[in-house]
């Protein structure tokens, strides 16, 4: 069975750190633009950082630039977010997914601004989700 499988969410105090990890199982991630997104509660998904399968540029949401990394660790075939400085509004499930489209450059901002539809449309996985909070 295919899917994807994130870790490393939890409690963290504001200012603090965590590594999230995606993990594809069946499948390999190297053939996949692979983004995090984020929901909060009765908020829309929001695409906060992806990276390309084609060539390994990324993006990143104003809203986490400068926090977040996103990189791919090819020996353990996943994606790491690593997520420094984290704020209240930082607390979401925070969900990986896989879209087969070919990016290069720059329009792998693309991924990462799809909404509704055409966001669950586009990705052929999707992660349960590890929820990040934090609160002091």
């Known amino acids: 069975q295919f899917q994807l499988v994130e870790s490393g969410g939890g409690l963290v105090q504001p200012g603090g750190s965590l590594i999230l990890s995606c993990a594809g199982s069946?499948?390999?991630?190297?053939?996949?633009?692979i983004g995090w997104f984020r929901q909060a509660p009765g908020k829309e998904p929001e695409g906060i950082s992806c990276?390309?399968?084609?060539?390994?540029?990324?993006y990143y949401a104003d809203s986490v630039k400068g926090r977040f990394t996103i990189s791919r660790d090819n020996a353990k075939k996943t994606v790491v977010l690593r997520m420094n400085s984290l704020k209240p509004e930082d607390t979401a499930v925070y969900h990986c997914?896989?879209?087969?489209?070919?990016?290069?450059?720059?329009?792998?901002?693309?991924?990462?601004?799809?909404?509704?539809?055409?966001?669950?449309?586009?990705?052929?996985?999707w992660g349960k989700g590890t929820l990040v909070t934090v609160s002091s």
């Open positions: 997914a896989a879209d087969p489209t070919d990016y290069y450059g720059p329009t792998i901002r693309r991924m990462c601004v799809m909404t509704g539809t055409d966001l669950t449309n586009a990705m052929d996985y």
């Open positions: 990276i390309s399968g084609s060539d390994d540029n990324t």
């Open positions: 069946g499948f390999t991630l190297d053939e996949y633009a």
